[in-house]
């Protein structure tokens, strides 16, 4: 029986195994450069979907726009029409000071300072990703020779309450690596649904660096952020081949 279109992606029954998730809508068109017959299936709200393939493998690509809230509703309709296997790759800022512009954040966990992965179940809950993806996520950053990490990240609801500096320091003296915000909801709700999930961020603001001007660098296509965006796809894509080839064996 075809599966009903989903009313935010607009998506019905795909086909599809593995999805990439960025939040920006305008990062699914640069996903589409690196896939073979790259095609726009929908595109509502903040919900952009590209469908392709990269070495033979079909995948879509969806933004999810920015938050836990918007992020879950893209997770829980990709599941509806038939996906399982879902990567975050997004941007980030460091909490470490080791931590440059464009290097590669392999989430192991979230901190859930998030509504949305609260709204589902108690904080005792933990927000990781799947074992078996992070380990080929990790495989694909060193075959790649990325400059990344490997830990917790921290998942908030804004930008600008009054004591951001002094949460993102507290967190830092934890060994949080970086902050998003989407990574705990893709965690929790992938858990609860049987989803295997993944993220994969891109540092675009460094730990004592500009807000506003790492964001306004980011748009910069020489930028060091908007190289380690490409480094993040890449390493994405090839750990969607890693696993799918470990699955033969």
């Known amino acids: 029986m075809e599966t009903k279109l989903q ?3 607009r998506l019905g029954e795909s086909g599809i195994n593995y999805a990439l998730l960025p939040g920006d809508p305008g990062r699914v068109l640069e996903v589409a450069k690196f896939l073979d017959d790259a095609k726009e299936m929908a595109y509502n709200r ?3 979907t590209v469908k392709g393939s990269y070495k033979g493998i079909p995948i879509l690509v969806t933004s999810t726009g920015i938050g836990g809230a918007s992020t879950g509703i893209a997770v829980e309709e990709l599941k509806n029409v038939g996906v399982n296997v879902m990567i975050r790759i997004g941007s980030s800022g460091a909490l470490q000071p080791h931590l440059k512009l464009g290097d590669l954040v392999l989430a192991s966990g979230a901190v859930r300072n998030d509504g949305a992965s609260a ?3 108690e904080h005792t809950y933990p927000a990781v990703p799947d074992t078996q993806l992070l380990f080929h996520a990790t495989m694909a950053a060193r075959k790649l020779q990325a400059e990344f990490d490997v830990g917790i990240v921290r998942c908030h609801d804004s930008f600008y309450t ?3 500096l002094e949460i993102d320091e507290y967190w830092s003296q934890k060994g949080v690596l970086a902050s998003d915000m989407e990574t705990a909801a893709l965690f929790v ?3 609860l649904r049987g989803i295997k999930t ?3 961020l891109n540092v675009v603001v460094e730990k004592e660096g500009d ?3 790492g964001i306004n660098d980011y748009v910069d296509k020489e930028s060091k952020s908007k190289q380690g965006e490409e480094l993040e796809i890449l390493t994405a894509l090839e750990t969607i081949v890693s696993y799918h080839s470990s699955l033969k064996d």
Do not use: F, T
Request: aromatic fraction near 10%.
């Open 7 to 9: 009313p935010h992606i």
């Open 119 to 121: 709204a589902y179940i």
């Open 189 to 191: 709700i992938g858990g």
């Open 198 to 200: 993944a993220s994969i």
């Open 211 to 213: 807000l506003e001007g």
């Open 46 to 48: 903040e919900y952009r």
């Open 162 to 164: 009054d004591k951001e």
